[in-house]
């Protein structure tokens, strides 16, 4: 069951307990304010190895959030192998809007595989999932949701949200254009990781690859692979407004978020630790040994064995 929360900012929060369903005569009231701030300017020096999308995500956010009267919700899409940082951004960016980060009142989190892991349940889904919008959106209109595991997620269940993506004024009298919508997801992560070969193979600094070099195909990966944008108007309504590719870590991408955790961890960062752990990892393909096989997704339970 979840209860409907409401804040003295007039933002409201659905809070989880046992199961998925909304209960919206339950109330409490809460202090956090519903938009905090936009302070983006140091994404690019945490989010490493990804040029590509730490300046769209920049740019994006951070105008998005200044303007006062957006003609649609944002939409964006991450799409890369695991570890590369897609959930890592998208944390990033709720720190940098909410006072409480992923913990804030107003950031929603959906994992196909926990909250819409079955299929014959998917007609309940879509009411909940309408439902958890609209409640909190009417309520708090800077709201985020997240939705991880993008690419296992039934197409229809994806459709149901479709209407809150699109520019219209309001719904219902609720208005959705400056909520913030997120899909994560691992659909094409081989053709960002073939561009990203091949920019090597050809001796080019993977920071000349563009944003246009992989965008199309990112798109057309995301339609064209069953789950998710499958079979979506998402696509073809141009709902989504940047489809965002998370290149491949390379050994030295992985030094760094070694350096960085140890930090984060109150510990002194060093080099030389850096260097065991990211050698330590799988490396592809072979014979190459370029690309981190996990990214950085292993390295905070390997650090302390170093140590």
């Known amino acids: 069951r979840r209860s409907l929360t409401v804040t003295s900012s ?5 809070v989880q307990t046992t199961t998925f369903f909304i209960n919206i005569n339950s109330f409490k009231f809460l202090n956090e304010p519903c938009h905090i701030r936009t302070n983006l300017d140091d994404l690019e020096n945490k989010l490493f190895g990804q040029h590509i999308a730490a300046d769209v ?23 890369g192998r695991t570890g590369t940082g897609k959930n890592f951004a998208a944390r990033l960016m709720a720190e940098n809007i909410y006072s409480q980060g992923m913990a804030s009142k107003f950031v929603h ?4 595989q926990h909250h819409f892991s079955h299929q014959s349940k998917i007609e309940t889904y879509k009411a909940q999932l309408r439902q958890q ?29 479709k209407p809150y993506l699109d520019n219209y004024n309001n719904l219902d009298g609720v208005s959705y254009r400056k909520a913030i919508f997120i ?10 990781t073939q561009t990203t070969l091949d920019f090597w193979n050809n001796g080019r600094d993977r920071k000349e690859i563009k944003l246009q070099d992989l965008e199309l195909s990112l ?18 309504k141009h709902l989504v407004d940047f489809f965002i590719p998370f290149l491949p870590l390379e050994y030295s991408h992985v030094v760094q978020c070694v350096l960085a955790e140890m930090k984060a961890r ?41 140590i």
Request: contains cysteine; hydrophobic residues 40%; proline residues 5%.
């Open 219 to 236: 798109s057309l990966s995301a339609i064209n692979k069953k789950g998710g944008f499958w079979h979506s108007d998402l696509i073809d």
């Open 10 to 14: 007039n933002c409201v929060e659905f």
């Open 183 to 192: 899909f994560l997801s691992n659909t094409g992560g081989t053709n960002i």
């Open 57 to 79: 995500i920049l740019k994006t956010v951070a105008g998005f959030m200044s303007n006062n009267n957006p003609q649609k919700p944002l939409v964006l899409s991450l799409h």
């Open 109 to 112: 989190v959906f994992a196909a």
């Open 133 to 161: 919008i609209k409640y909190n959106v009417s309520n708090c209109e800077r709201s985020m949701f997240i939705f991880d595991q993008m690419d296992q997620m039934d197409p229809s269940l994806i459709d149901t949200i």
């Open 266 to 306: 109150g510990l002194q960062p060093d080099v030389n630790v850096a260097d065991k752990v990211a050698k330590e990892l799988v490396y592809s393909p072979k014979p190459e040994r370029i690309f981190s096989s996990p990214g950085c997704k292993t390295i905070v339970n390997r650090i302390y064995f170093y």
